[in-house]
């Protein structure tokens, strides 16, 4: 009996005594205190936490938004993603909820507006994308890159609807200059787009590699596709920077918000819709032009509601003589302009300030040389009027800087200004100046006297090569004035007789040698080598080349030694030898014209097959780049002349584009 006594108490003792200890372990809820009570008995005690316990690693952004949000709403989001019916890429996962969250809760503003500019521009993409053979819900990718606004630029420089960079929107042949951006234009830059997509596609075959390749470039992906070996995007994923790792997920979110904008209430009756209007043209014809004349004659309020809809404008205005531009303006505004014939709406919307012309070009005056007499001239042998060169003649001047020089004080002591030598020299403007380095100045020369030229003009006029002084090895015979056969007995000036070798050094027709030898006198003569220098930099410094510094200095080889002293300047039969090479080009020259009495036939050319174009493949360059820069150059004709087997190419990677 005691037995079984002792059996059935031991258990409802041991439980009331761990009954006991559990009591112990929780914290009592004592009563608030008062806040103006002073009771030093009463100690709020924290319970420390237990320090063998791991501290949870903080998830990500995305992982975060996964895990707040209720999975009723998960599980509805997944389904609707899941039920569209397209081909762009639709994968849910946490990335892809994340921005959903935020394009429908805390950016909400933001996607409205997007919705207001909807019906605007998707009829637009829809038409271009069904003539191209893509999907249609690609047209949510101008939402991406710009928000449906055809003016916005990015901080890299892409701009336009659908963020072309500057050299892909060469490629693709949109033009841009000082008045004119087409990558502005919804409707060429839709069209372009759609070829680029469609190239793209082409080079990955999957709509997921075809988005990161038009965010990052196909070169980008190629490149990592080759260094990873996967070929899909979320295998590629954690190698991609931050911006390409958001675009597809960013690319899925807009495309279920914008389908789904009624069942999360992001419709109001207060948004401001915008829809796409009824466009007259009209051609200006390269007149000068303003738009805010026009549109007040329109009857516009607002100056600038015509450039609005011609965004592709860079100014309100146009100059004369730009290329027969096409103008868009409402076909509503017809009854305001029928008023007045087209002379008469072009003359109110002349600019009333002169506006920037271009600049014709012109040829490059080269110092020192002047331009043959023309045909007219030879035949009469009339005399060389004095030419008066309104243009400043200088003299370049090499500055060897001294310790404590400034850019102010070189600047200041030549007459110049500090930009100038900063210019000049390839300076920045914070740039200090070392000690012994060699600068660049061009000094103005003073005018040549009246009486000088009076001289030149009493001369007799006989077409006299000039030859550059720096270069006149390496130059070439410049051809002479071309005589009219049918008139030789005109030119009455006999040309002189060729004088002497020994008698021409002594006379006046050493100018030419003398004139080389004193060209530049202020490079120095000589030049210690200094640790580090190389003779590609000193040649440069000192502009010169290098077959020049071996000559000059009996070099075998092109290495040097700190201290070694090299020659700038060519030796005195160098001098002799190149007035005496000069002599014989003007002598050669001068041939032709002493013989224009009698015809000579023209000798047969030498056909020489052209070399083969030669294009350098720089970083991010594909096949298809490549070939759009060049006229008539496809990409299978590409890989055929460069026997290609595949379309990947190297920077560095020299590829003949025209045989």
């Known amino acids: 009996m005691k037995k079984k006594l002792m059996r059935a108490a031991v258990p409802v003792l041991l439980a009331a005594l761990l009954a006991r200890s559990a009591e112990a372990q929780v914290r009592p809820n004592l009563p608030p205190q008062a806040p103006g009570s002073a009771d030093s008995l009463r100690v709020s005690l924290e319970l420390?936490?237990?320090?063998?316990?791991?501290?949870?690693?903080?998830?990500?952004?995305?992982?975060?938004?996964?895990?707040?949000?209720?999975?009723?709403?998960?599980?509805?989001?997944?389904?609707?993603?899941?039920?569209?019916?397209?081909?762009?890429?639709?994968?849910?996962?946490?990335?892809?909820?994340?921005?959903?969250?935020?394009?429908?809760?805390?950016?909400?503003?933001y996607t409205q507006r997007v919705l207001?500019?909807?019906?605007?521009?998707?009829?637009?993409?829809?038409?271009?994308?069904?003539?191209?053979?893509?999907?249609?819900?690609?047209?949510?990718?101008?939402?991406?890159?710009?928000?449906?606004?055809?003016?916005?630029?990015?901080?890299?420089?892409?701009?336009?609807?659908?963020?072309?960079?500057?050299?892909?929107a060469n490629d693709l042949r949109l033009r841009r200059d000082d008045w004119v951006d087409e990558r502005m234009d919804p409707e060429k830059a839709t069209e372009a787009a759609c070829k680029h997509l469609r190239y793209l596609y082409g080079v990955f075959h999957d709509w997921e590699m075809v988005l990161a390749a038009y965010n990052w470039g196909a070169g980008n992906m190629q490149r990592v596709m080759r260094k990873t070996g996967k070929s899909t995007y979320w295998?590629?994923?954690?190698?991609?920077?931050?911006?390409?790792?958001?675009?597809?997920?960013?690319?899925?979110?807009?495309?279920?918000?914008?389908?789904?904008?009624?069942?999360?209430?992001?419709?109001?009756?207060?948004?401001?819709?915008?829809?796409?209007?009824?466009?007259?043209?009209?051609?200006?014809?390269?007149?000068?032009?303003?738009?805010?004349?026009?549109?007040?004659?329109?009857?516009?309020?607002?100056?600038?509601?015509?450039?609005?809809?011609?965004?592709?404008?860079?100014?309100?205005?146009?100059?004369?003589?730009?290329?027969?531009?096409?103008?868009?303006?409402?076909?509503?505004?017809?009854?305001?302009?029928?008023?007045?014939?087209?002379?008469?709406?072009?003359?109110y919307c002349q600019p009333v300030a002169d506006l920037p012309r271009p600049l014709a070009p012109r040829a490059v005056a080269l110092n020192g040389v002047r331009a043959f007499p023309g045909r007219s001239l030879v035949a009469d042998a009339a005399p060389r009027e004095p030419v008066h060169d309104a243009s400043p003649r200088f003299r370049r001047v090499r500055h060897t800087v001294k310790q404590g020089e400034t850019v102010a004080s070189v600047a200041a002591r030549y007459d110049v200004s500090s930009a100038q030598v900063r210019r000049w020299n390839e300076l920045g403007k914070s740039a200090s100046l070392a000690g012994r380095r060699q600068l660049v100045v061009f000094v103005a020369l003073p005018p040549e006297p009246a009486a000088a030229t009076g001289s030149v003009a009493a001369a007799p006029a006989l077409p006299r090569p000039v030859v550059a002084p720096e270069r006149v090895a390496a130059s070439k015979p410049a051809p002479p004035a071309e005589v009219p056969a049918t008139a030789p007995e005109t030119v009455a000036v006999a040309p002189p007789r060729p004088q002497p070798?020994?008698?021409?050094?002594?006379?006046?027709?050493?100018?030419?040698?003398?004139?080389?030898?004193?060209?530049?006198?202020?490079?120095?003569?000589?030049?210690?080598?200094?640790?580090?220098?190389?003779?590609?930099?000193?040649?440069?410094?000192?502009?010169?080349?290098?077959?020049?510094?071996?000559?000059?200095?009996?070099?075998?080889?092109?290495?040097?030694?700190?201290?070694?002293?090299?020659?700038?300047?060519?030796?005195?039969?160098?001098?002799?030898?190149?007035?005496?090479?000069?002599?014989?080009?003007?002598?050669?020259?001068?041939?032709?014209?002493?013989?224009?009495?009698?015809?000579?036939?023209?000798?047969?050319?030498?056909?020489?097959?052209?070399?083969?174009?030669?294009?350098?493949?720089?970083?991010?360059?594909?096949?298809?780049?490549?070939?759009?820069?060049?006229?008539?150059?496809?990409?299978?004709?590409?890989?055929?002349?460069?026997?290609?087997?595949?379309?990947?190419?190297?920077?560095?990677?020299?590829l003949i584009v025209k045989s």
């Open 501 to 654: 070798r020994s008698s021409a050094r002594n006379g006046s027709r050493v100018a030419p040698a003398e004139t080389l030898a004193a060209a530049d006198d202020s490079v120095p003569a000589t030049y210690v080598v200094l640790p580090g220098d190389f003779l590609e930099k000193i040649a440069t410094a000192n502009g010169l080349t290098i077959a020049q510094l071996k000559a000059w200095n009996q070099l075998t080889s092109y290495v040097l030694q700190p201290g070694q002293t090299l020659s700038l300047r060519a030796a005195t039969e160098a001098a002799e030898d190149l007035a005496e090479a000069t002599r014989e080009v003007a002598a050669a020259a001068q041939a032709p014209v002493r013989r224009a009495a009698r015809p000579v036939p023209a000798p047969t050319a030498l056909v020489v097959p052209p070399a083969p174009q030669l294009h350098l493949v720089q970083p991010g360059d594909t096949l298809y780049n490549i070939s759009r820069r060049y006229q008539g150059l496809t990409v299978e004709k590409l890989r055929e002349l460069n026997h290609l087997q595949s379309d990947a190419v190297k920077p560095g990677q020299k």
């Open 48 to 109: 420390l936490p237990d320090s063998l316990a791991a501290v949870p690693a903080a998830p990500d952004s995305a992982r975060l938004a996964w895990l707040r949000t209720a999975p009723e709403l998960r599980d509805l989001v997944g389904d609707r993603i899941g039920c569209l019916e397209t081909d762009v890429p639709h994968v849910f996962n946490n990335h892809v909820l994340s921005f959903v969250r935020l394009f429908t809760e805390r950016q909400r503003a």
């Open 235 to 347: 295998e590629v994923h954690s190698s991609l920077p931050a911006e390409t790792r958001n675009y597809v997920p960013t690319f899925t979110a807009l495309l279920y918000t914008m389908k789904y904008a009624q069942a999360h209430q992001l419709h109001a009756p207060t948004l401001k819709y915008q829809y796409a209007q009824v466009m007259d043209t009209l051609q200006l014809g390269g007149r000068a032009f303003d738009l805010t004349r026009l549109a007040r004659a329109c009857g516009y309020d607002d100056s600038l509601a015509l450039l609005r809809l011609n965004p592709e404008l860079r100014k309100p205005y146009l100059p004369a003589g730009y290329r027969n531009y096409t103008l868009l303006l409402p076909a509503a505004a017809r009854p305001a302009l029928a008023v007045a014939d087209r002379h008469t709406l072009f003359a």
């Open 116 to 168: 207001e500019r909807e019906n605007l521009y998707f009829p637009l993409f829809e038409k271009y994308l069904t003539k191209y053979n893509l999907p249609t819900d690609l047209k949510y990718l101008a939402v991406v890159e710009s928000a449906l606004v055809p003016t916005a630029k990015s901080r890299v420089g892409a701009t336009g609807l659908w963020q072309f960079m500057g050299p892909t």
